[in-house]
């Protein structure tokens, strides 16, 4: 199983210097990806700047978009955005794509909630055609820069929802799902839908099959995973701080160790930590606990 490792960029208080080294140091301690996220109503930086960063200073390391909130955007738009960064860092990026919770980053957009459902289908639907290198528009150029690999960069659909994760056959190569707590039991549930709607569409190979959970490694390990929480969370998950730091366990080594081994057990593909702290420190920990 691989490990990869979210990039500082959807945090308070991050910056450019954090962002460039965070990166390096990824790739120079072993980790297979960096994965950046996408939240308009919170500190942090845009998805394509931070990804692009990071492909500028990295050689080898994967890049893993974890994930956009598709119906927000025009899919033309995502389409020249994936097909450039996955240019610009010599075929290295992913893209990970769903409907995004906090629905307020609908609102703020502007794009409709209603209808959110229909359009993500029909986005991830059109991108597969965008990334062909074709038009699709009589007379009108094809979107661009040309694929660096047939059928353009790899597609998952990020999602928790076994409803959801039913349309990883149709539309996706596999899914990045999320676990509060590291469960591997809840993880397998979620491998499974996506596996059996892999079956139902008659595709040939596996789907990849990622999750990812917050992790703090950090010399204030606990008081630093409580902090971030109090400050993002009230927004997002009202009234469920609480529980959702009851749920999290990686804060210590031995934790740590424990979801690497059990995810590998159950035929994770990658397993993915997120931080919490803008801190080099919470890197160079984990790296020091998995590798």
């Not at 820069?145 to 960069?153: E, M, S, Y």
């Not at 950090?218 to 701080?241: I, T």
């Amino acid at each position: 199983m691989e490990i990869g490792v979210g990039l500082p960029t959807n945090l308070r208080g991050t910056n450019k210097e954090l962002v460039v080294r965070w990166a390096q140091r990824a790739e120079e301690t072993g980790f297979s990806s960096l994965c950046m996220g996408e939240r308009l109503t919170y500190a942090g930086y845009d998805w394509v700047l931070s990804l692009t960063a990071a492909a500028a200073v990295t050689s080898r390391i994967r890049l893993l978009a974890n994930v956009i909130i598709l119906p927000i955007h025009p899919v033309g738009v995502v389409a020249k955005q994936s097909l450039s960064l996955d240019d610009f860092s010599g075929g290295r990026f992913s893209l990970g794509v769903g409907l995004g919770t906090p629905l307020d980053d609908y609102d703020v957009a502007p794009s409709p909630r209603e209808g959110r459902g229909a359009r993500f289908e029909d986005s991830m639907r059109r991108l597969r055609e965008l990334w062909k290198g074709e038009s699709l528009i009589e007379g009108v150029r094809a979107i661009g820069p040309p694929p660096v690999r047939p059928g353009g960069p790899e597609l998952l659909l990020g999602s928790n929802g076994l409803k959801a994760l039913r349309r990883a056959g149709e539309f996706a190569d596999g899914a990045v799902t999320w676990s509060f707590g590291a469960d591997p039991g809840e993880a397998r549930r979620m491998f499974d839908v996506v596996e059996s709607s892999w079956r139902d569409f008659d595709r040939q190979g596996s789907p990849r099959l990622i999750c990812g959970c917050y992790f703090s490694a950090g010399p204030k390990a606990a008081a630093d995973l409580e902090a971030y929480f109090r400050d993002y969370y009230p927004n997002v998950l009202p009234g469920q701080v609480e529980t959702l730091l009851k749920a999290v366990r990686t804060v210590t080594p031995n934790a740590i160790r424990e979801v690497v081994s059990q995810f590998e057990s159950i035929g994770c593909d990658e397993f993915i930590f997120v931080p919490v702290q803008p801190d080099l420190a919470h890197l160079e920990g984990l790296a020091e606990i998995v590798f």
